[in-house]
């Protein structure tokens, strides 16, 4: 650090941060929490709104700004201030993109109508109607051969003179930004009242030691607070007038800095509020030294619909992610010799209990904070467990409990900015969360017993039950869990026909056209042991058996039908869903060359396509060439469902099969049944064409699986820069994704396949089920 900053920190003194009040600092002009949601919402909107970024769009944005809109707005603020008016979509982007050049944006107001222009706060939506609809009026009278809209046809040749490269370059350089803001939970009220805390405590280390730092690097949390305030100028000139040149030491949004120059805010604001700088949704995601920061792990995804809410048997699941930081009390010395060989533990309260990272505290010091662990959490985890531990105990193995301190979610989500701080010993803790924000529903799909026509599992239970009356048919029979493992749908495919009797009758295989698959909602009804029905209808001869079944509402949601290769296809199947999935391949022994095609003739206006791999947000982290080499025979079980629609026509991934080990994760406004019936239909025509059972539909038990609660899939993710540093090499701290063969293998304690002897004649012998899946 610079002498000058070396100064400042001597001569600091400690402040809270909740504690500083206008007084201490400015006084902010404008409701930022309202104003940043409101931006927030903006910014998807231009996101998905391609046309927008089109160059004879945005020439004809910039000259409706700068010849019609300014000159308006110019003449609707003499004398008054910005009346209640919104421009359209078009010319706000470019106000929006102008006005985050504060320095460019206030002389180009000044040498053109020598006053700054300010915009209206206006954030409810009802307002935003009547301001857009208010606007459109006065714009009508104004100029009355100009349209409202922006009317330029995107593959126009005519060319529009460039009068301002300024603006345009403004609008060029913020084509993006939404990316960095994309986050679900930066819209929940709680982050933002945090984040404007935040955003007064950097004003206030801005004001009080400028002199003492080239650059301030604002956080993301910080740097979302100052681009809302800079996109209300005559607000921000007003609420800065004091800080003007000040203002211009912090680094932009798409800023490059040095190592040292964090650091130096970094320290500042240690030594001011004793606190860490970064906390959890709150990280420097800016580049150092030309190295883009490291990318998360977790793709936040933001939908305004859950489409799988309709079925009652899924559960949302809700991801948080968490930062963990640790430094020794005042006065302590970092090296102590009797505390040098004690290192930290972190468990988690509920859904991973069997997780423990250790830290060893050897660099920990008194000066300074250190992030320990940077994490995501479900919310259904509860909390965390920190430990300190000494080497040794019983038998000179293990080690002895010194201290432990608990943190629950709920208690955090009250405390001030997400943020609380604990002893234990004589370390000084602090952890920082987001709020819980739906995230990625995860299943997969467990083998069970074969089951009747009617749902009934086969047995001497539901024999017995029946009054002896043999049950009718014969399916294969799946359960799909969720993340928590509980049951969400019953899987049946449909393989035989007839009944068993003892010296008798014996199940035959049904045609190849009648082996549909069929899903049903809700979870299994057991009347002993582990011996039940499918959700559903009962068959109308099961009287007894029903008067002993709890009532269920659940019902078949989704079938498919296999069809005859044609011409276009060599495997094809119709779904309940309207959709129809055709499947080629070039070689009966290799998945290399499969390619899929789904239509829906339904929705012409949503493309749905089915790629091969892990794609998009699924592709995952930066490997070796060794490891790339083993990501390939990886990849070979999985497809990725990606959207095409009207807001996004590059694309999006909604969902990402593993037809081989039936694991699914997609997003809320993927339809879960459709993914289920994708998932089994390309098992079943991948089992046909290699004549082999490739999933595992032959197996026909459950397989006893790990405890619920001691490593629950998706319950826990590292961060990369954690995961670096940490010791454990557990699948189940990444995305499952990344590992998908270990983490499903994980989740059983045996995987396996039974033998045929174990099964009951009654079932059907292996003949009837090789037939039904492989020939």
């Not at 300014?70 to 609707?76: E, F, H, N």
């Not at 910005?82 to 206030?106: A, G, Q």
């Not at 979870?523 to 029903?546: C, Q, T």
Request: glycine residues 6%.
């Amino acid at each position: 650090m610079s002498s000058a900053g070396s100064e400042i920190s001597d001569n600091l003194t400690t402040r809270t941060l909740s504690g500083i009040s206008e007084v201490d600092t400015i006084r902010l002009g404008v409701d930022l929490v309202s104003a940043t949601r409101k931006n927030i919402g903006f910014l998807r909107t231009v996101n998905e709104s391609q046309w927008l970024h089109e160059r004879p769009t945005i020439l004809e944005a910039i000259r409706r700004y700068e010849g019609l809109w300014m000159p308006l707005m110019s003449d609707l603020t003499v004398g008054a201030p910005p009346p209640m008016i919104l421009p359209p979509v078009d010319i706000e982007w470019v106000w929006f993109c102008h006005s985050l050049n504060p320095v460019r944006y206030r002389q180009y107001c000044e040498s053109r109508f020598s006053k700054l222009i300010g915009k209206p706060a206006i954030f409810d939506e009802e307002n935003e109607e009547y301001a857009l609809m208010r606007c459109r009026e006065i714009w009508e009278h104004k100029y009355p051969y100009e349209p409202f809209e922006n009317e330029v046809d995107s593959d126009s040749e005519n060319p529009i003179c460039v009068t301002n490269e300024d603006i345009l370059n403004e609008v060029k350089r913020q084509r993006f930004l939404y990316s960095k803001f994309s986050e679900p939970y930066m819209c929940e009220l709680v982050y933002l009242i945090a984040a404007r805390q935040r955003y007064k405590g950097f004003l206030y280390i801005l004001q009080k030691f400028s002199d003492g730092c080239s650059l301030f690097v604002p956080a993301s949390d910080i740097q979302l607070m100052w681009l809302t305030h800079l996109s209300y100028p005559t607000v921000y000139a007003e609420d800065l007038k004091d800080m003007w040149d000040d203002m211009g030491k912090v680094v932009g949004v798409w800023g490059n800095v040095k190592a040292k120059d964090v650091e130096e805010t970094k320290k500042i604001w240690e030594k001011t509020f004793d606190l860490p700088y970064e906390k959890a949704g709150g990280g420097l995601a800016l580049e150092f030294d030309g190295i883009a920061s490291v990318k998360p792990p977790i793709f936040w995804n933001v939908s305004d619909t859950d489409v799988n809410s309709k079925y009652k048997s899924m559960l949302p699941r809700f991801l948080l992610e968490v930062c963990i930081f640790l430094k020794l009390k005042s006065g302590m010395k970092a090296m102590q010799q009797d505390i040098k060989c004690d290192f930290l533990r972190l468990r988690m309260v509920r859904c991973h209990r069997e997780l423990k990272l250790g830290k060893p505290i050897s660099n920990f010091s008194h000066n300074s904070w250190l992030k320990v662990w940077h994490l995501y959490c479900e919310f259904g985890t509860k909390g965390l467990i920190l430990e300190l531990r000494h080497p040794g105990g019983a038998c000179f193995k293990g080690s002895t409990l010194q201290g432990t301190v608990e943190f629950r979610w709920n208690n955090l989500l009250r405390a001030p900015s997400l943020t609380m701080e604990r002893e234990i010993e004589q370390f000084r803790v602090v952890i920082s969360i987001t709020p819980p924000v739906q995230a990625q529903y995860l299943l997969k799909c467990v083998p069970d017993r074969v089951t009747d026509d009617s749902g009934a599992m086969i047995s001497d239970v539901i024999l017995r039950l029946n009054r002896y009356r043999p049950q009718e048919g014969r399916w294969l029979s799946r359960t799909v869990l969720d993340h928590a493992g509980r049951e969400c749908f019953v899987v049946r495919i449909r393989v035989g026909g007839g009944f068993w009797r003892r010296g008798g009758e014996t199940p035959s295989a049904v045609k190849w056209e009648d082996r549909i698959i069929e899903i049903r909602e809700g979870f299994w009804s057991y009347v002993a042991g582990s011996i039940g029905r499918a959700p559903g209808l009962l068959d109308k001869n099961l009287n007894m058996l029903s008067s002993l079944l709890p009532s269920s509402t659940e019902k078949v949601v989704g079938t498919a039908t296999p069809k005859e290769a044609t011409a276009e296809c060599q495997a094809a199947w119709d779904f309940s869903t309207g959709d129809e999935l055709m499947i080629n391949w070039e070689s009966s022994s290799s998945t290399s060359g499969l390619k899929f095609t789904l239509k829906n003739a339904a929705s012409p206006d949503s493309l749905l396509v089915l790629l091969r791999g892990r794609k998009m947000q699924y592709q995952g982290r930066e490997l070796s060439e060794v490891e790339k080499e083993a990501e390939e025979e990886d990849d070979e079980g999985f497809v990725t469902l990606i959207r095409f629609t009207d807001e996004n026509p590059t694309g999006k991934a909604t969902a990402l099969l593993n037809w081989k080990l039936l694991v699914i994760e997609l997003l809320p406004e993927e339809d879960a049944v459709l993914a289920l019936l994708l998932c089994f239909s390309i098992l079943r025509s991948i089992s046909e064409m290699r004549k082999e059972d490739v999933g595992g539909l032959l197996i026909r038990r459950r397989i006893k699986e790990t405890k619920l609660g001691h490593r629950d899939w998706g319950s826990v993710i590292l961060h990369p820069s954690s995961l670096s540093s940490s010791s454990s090499t557990s699948p189940y701290i990444q995305p499952w994704y990344w590992n998908a063969k270990a983490v499903m293998a994980a989740s059983t304690d045996n995987i396996r396949r039974p033998p045929a002897q174990n099964y009951s004649p009654a079932e059907g012998g292996d003949k009837l089920y090789k037939r039904g899946i492989i020939k």
